[in-house]
């Protein structure tokens, strides 16, 4: 069979152009991911799903279904799956943190509600705020096993766990204690009476102090965690409410959001002292900082939105619709956690 010259050029052009579309497709793809950044979570306590936002052009680009009262989150030691808590179904959802996709769920995990990962790697623990208890599992790298169940106080709410991996610090938000368990033996070191509602706690780089937000109050108090049991030390006055901890990530400031106020206060936790006040609108939960310290993401509960404000200027810059109560937020692009 004979092909003239002309139609083999035009098939040779015709294959060329295909390959140059293809490769200009792939370009323009990778060019918006660069462009959109990670994905960032928001989620939604009352819809039982989370909120999948775009960095990049500020939308939303699809809800995914969890069990039922997704409360908080929080990433494996690999970094290859964050990790939600259904507190309602008693279960976790490990979603991929780049490409927003469900990997697997474990369910019988009883009424997680705020979980947090030990700084070695080794345990994993989780408090069940409506049944009163610390769970305790040990993390292989890939399954979880419970070691223990520890009875708490009314509600436990927050958790910290020190830098050696030794302490878990545990706020009873309905008893108003805070409570101290040891790692290794799983048992209760001590508790200690705190102000109304206690609800997150941060501990500082060096050791020495634990910060406890008051939702029932307008301040955070500071505990020194040098002594057995801890004392306290100081309260900083704040909005009222004050509820949820993020870090700058500059070693020195901390947010924390004021959700009867509507505002979010910047301590300075080397002096214990607030130097900022920003708007942070429809009762400010949880927050999240970008990468380069310049937006401050908050969950508005009330009022179903995601918050963005400007952290040099204090304005709010944007808001997005997500869903009911939205509650945890985070992505993997952020700013240090201290």
């Known amino acids: 069979m004979h092909i003239s010259t002309p139609n083999l050029v035009k098939n040779r052009n015709s294959l060329l152009f295909q390959f140059i579309s293809l490769l200009t497709l792939l370009f323009s793809q990778l060019n918006h991911c660069s462009a959109a950044g990670l994905p960032l979570f928001v989620l939604n306590s009352l819809d039982a799903n989370i909120s999948v936002i775009d960095s990049g052009d500020w939308h939303e680009i699809k809800k995914i279904p969890t069990g039922k009262e997704p409360h908080h989150l929080y990433l494996t030691p690999d970094e290859k799956s964050v990790i939600v808590a259904n507190a309602g179904s008693d279960s976790l959802t490990f979603i991929d943190p780049r490409t927003a996709q469900v990997q697997r769920v474990i369910k019988n995990t009883l009424d997680p509600y705020q979980l947090r990962f030990s700084p070695d790697m080794k345990w994993f623990v989780t408090v069940g705020n409506r049944l009163n208890h610390i769970d305790i599992y040990k993390w292989d790298g890939h399954d979880l096993s419970i070691v223990k169940r520890i ?188």
């Open 151 to 338: 009875p708490s106080s009314k509600t436990p709410s927050h958790l910290w766990i020190n830098a050696d991996s030794t302490t878990v610090y545990a706020s009873m938000q309905d008893s108003d204690e805070l409570v101290a368990v040891d790692l290794n033996t799983q048992t209760i070191k001590w508790r200690i009476k705190t102000g109304s509602l206690p609800a997150d706690v941060f501990g500082t780089p060096d050791g020495k102090n634990l910060l406890v937000g008051l939702t029932g109050g307008r301040e955070v108090q500071v505990f020194d965690i040098t002594k057995n049991p801890a004392q306290l030390v100081s309260s900083i006055p704040t909005g009222e409410g004050a509820h949820a901890f993020r870090a700058l990530g500059d070693s020195k400031h901390i947010f924390v959001s004021n959700r009867v106020s509507n505002t979010i206060s910047l301590i300075d936790y080397t002096t214990f002292k607030v130097v900022k006040e920003f708007i942070g609108p429809g009762g400010p939960d949880c927050m999240e900082v970008s990468a380069d310290q310049k937006m401050l993401f908050i969950s508005s509960r009330w009022i179903g939105r995601m918050s963005v404000v400007d952290i040099q200027t204090g304005k709010l810059i944007r808001q997005v619709k997500v869903g009911k109560s939205p509650h945890g937020i985070w992505t993997l692009e952020h700013a240090s956690r201290i």
